[in-house]
């Protein structure tokens, strides 16, 4: 994996990434040159209009990734792509001929735009014809050695066998282990030399996956490995890395002390967010303004009581403060206490339904990211009583309000809605990873990818 602003984008990834983006330019460019050879003009030099075919593709690129053009599934399954490449590229070719309209452009007219999402379609399907069984195969794959033949050996290997896995385990080896769960693994003292032995199998990559390393580490061997330029990783940094989220069931606070992140440089970036917070919540308002008026009378004439509903959330260091939305549920709701939504609640109204479907209950949330309540990304804001059985429950829950909570977040695009404590510790680990390695590009992806999830609501209740 390449590591760009403190997040991990796997090799395939970026590889398919950039030829995508290569083979848009390509596409614009024959759209440009078919269209001068239909009404008989001179297409003229590259150099005079590269800057706004290189412009164009951006564009379309964007939109490819906010709706999981590179996700998981996309990257190994050609029908799923297939789907996702033509909302991306439409949604793309929209977003272009309203900045046409606002700048004016010569080298994009409807005809032009028309062409090039043809020839995008049609080299994107067959790049992905040529490269889906080469970008599932073990080409991209690191190989790696794991140290550990228990419990954690076995996660490893669950982690490996999943098709969008990023590495390939080529061998255990079993230590000091009272209890041995992966039954192949080779006992330590079958193996002369460690190093020439990792050396021989071509790893890259050693994990510890030890319980308990006090006086089971071989020391000299790891060194070894290291100066020859085989990395190694502890268990709990090698599953942040590749899942995106930190292990609760492994992680203590000497790794969450000791690890890379939480960096106090931070002053800029958080000015930064501010800014954008402020000009993004104001242009938002101005433009939802009309929606949230009009859903709001439908919600007083769908159900008795007001259009919109507060609540007490904890935000920022565990201060309270009153979240807006707009009402999606009877207003008897909460009468025997605040609760989780459940699947197909019968708390929530007709119209209340659809507004969570499509996130639009929401929008009236902004007015908290203008005061600086919230933020666009950040974690969800809970209710205090849930915050005080969850501190009790699970093991640095209080952790996540050591950045602003927001509107949407690294957890809510990786993670179906959460309605119990079992979803609220998985929720915690991707919270906690997006605070541990907090960057604006880190917000940029889930600003993006929050698209994805608007478009195909996955877990809305």
């Known amino acids: 994996m390449i590591r760009l602003f403190k997040h991990y984008i796997p090799h395939a990834v970026i590889l398919l990434g950039l030829l995508d983006y290569a083979l848009l330019f390509?596409?614009?460019?024959?759209?440009?040159?078919?269209?001068?050879?239909?009404?008989?003009?001179?297409?003229?030099?590259?150099?005079?209009?590269?800057?706004?075919?290189?412009?164009?593709?951006?564009?379309?690129?964007?939109?490819?990734?906010?709706?999981?053009?590179?996700?998981?599934?996309?990257?190994?399954?050609?029908?799923?792509?297939?789907?996702?490449?033509?909302v991306a590229i439409s949604l793309g070719v929209i977003a272009l001929a309203f900045i046409d309209f606002l700048i004016g452009a010569d080298t994009f007219w409807r005809s032009t735009l028309f062409y090039a999402m043809g020839f995008a379609i049609l080299v994107l399907v067959l790049d992905r014809l040529v490269l889906n069984s080469f970008l599932g195969s073990s080409a991209f794959r690191r190989r790696v050695l794991v140290l550990g033949a228990g419990d954690r050996a076995q996660r490893l290997r669950e982690l490996g066998d999943k098709p969008e896995s990023g590495f390939a385990i080529v061998s255990y080896i079993a230590m000091s282990e009272p209890e041995r769960v992966v039954e192949e693994a080779i006992p330590r003292e079958a193996i002369h030399d460690l190093g020439r032995f990792v050396e021989n199998l071509g790893v890259s990559e050693v994990v510890l996956a030890l319980q308990e390393r006090r006086n089971s580490l071989p020391l000299k061997d790891l060194l070894r490995m290291k100066t020859k330029g085989v990395h190694v990783n502890d268990f709990s940094s090698f599953m942040e890395r590749e899942t995106g989220r930190v292990d609760l069931d492994t992680v203590n606070p000497s790794w969450l002390i000791f690890s890379d992140g939480f960096s106090s440089g931070r002053m800029l970036s958080s000015a930064v967010k501010r800014v954008f917070?402020?000009?993004?919540?104001?242009?938002?308002?101005?433009?939802?303004?009309?929606?949230?008026?009009?859903?709001?009378?439908?919600?007083?004439?769908?159900?008795?009581?007001?259009?919109?509903?507060?609540?007490?959330?904890?935000?920022?260091?565990?201060?309270?403060?009153?979240?807006v939305k707009l009402r999606s549920m009877r207003t008897d709701a909460e009468k025997d206490g605040a609760k989780w939504a459940e699947e197909n609640d019968p708390r929530i109204t007709r119209v209340g339904r659809f507004i969570r479907k499509v996130r639009i209950d929401e929008l009236p949330q902004t007015w908290s990211v203008l005061k600086g309540h919230m933020s666009f990304v950040g974690p969800r804001p809970?209710?205090?009583?849930?915050?005080?059985?969850?501190?009790?429950?699970?093991?640095?829950?209080?952790?996540?309000?050591?950045?602003?909570?927001?509107?949407?977040?690294?957890?809510?695009?990786?993670?179906?809605?959460?309605?119990?404590?079992?979803?609220?510790?998985?929720?915690?680990?991707?919270?906690?990873?997006?605070?541990?390695?907090?960057?604006?590009?880190?917000?940029?992806?889930?600003?993006?990818?929050?698209?994805?999830?608007?478009?195909?609501?996955?877990?809305?209740?």
């Open 26 to 86: 390509l596409a614009g460019e024959m759209a440009w040159q078919l269209r001068a050879s239909q009404i008989g003009s001179e297409a003229g030099p590259l150099a005079e209009r590269w800057l706004a075919l290189a412009g164009a593709a951006g564009v379309v690129w964007l939109a490819m990734i906010s709706v999981g053009v590179y996700g998981p599934y996309a990257l190994r399954s050609l029908r799923f792509a297939g789907a996702r490449l033509l």
């Open 382 to 461: 809970e209710v205090p009583t849930f915050v005080e059985s969850l501190e009790e429950e699970i093991p640095f829950y209080g952790e996540r309000h050591m950045v602003k909570p927001g509107i949407t977040g690294w957890a809510q695009i990786n993670y179906p809605y959460g309605a119990s404590i079992e979803d609220s510790r998985k929720k915690l680990e991707y919270d906690l990873y997006y605070a541990k390695n907090y960057t604006p590009f880190l917000d940029f992806v889930v600003l993006l990818q929050t698209v994805r999830v608007i478009l195909w609501p996955e877990g809305s209740r």
């Open 277 to 323: 917070d402020i000009v993004a919540s104001l242009i938002l308002l101005l433009l939802t303004f009309p929606i949230i008026l009009f859903f709001a009378a439908l919600v007083r004439l769908d159900s008795k009581g007001p259009a919109f509903f507060r609540q007490e959330r904890v935000g920022l260091y565990g201060q309270t403060f009153h979240l």
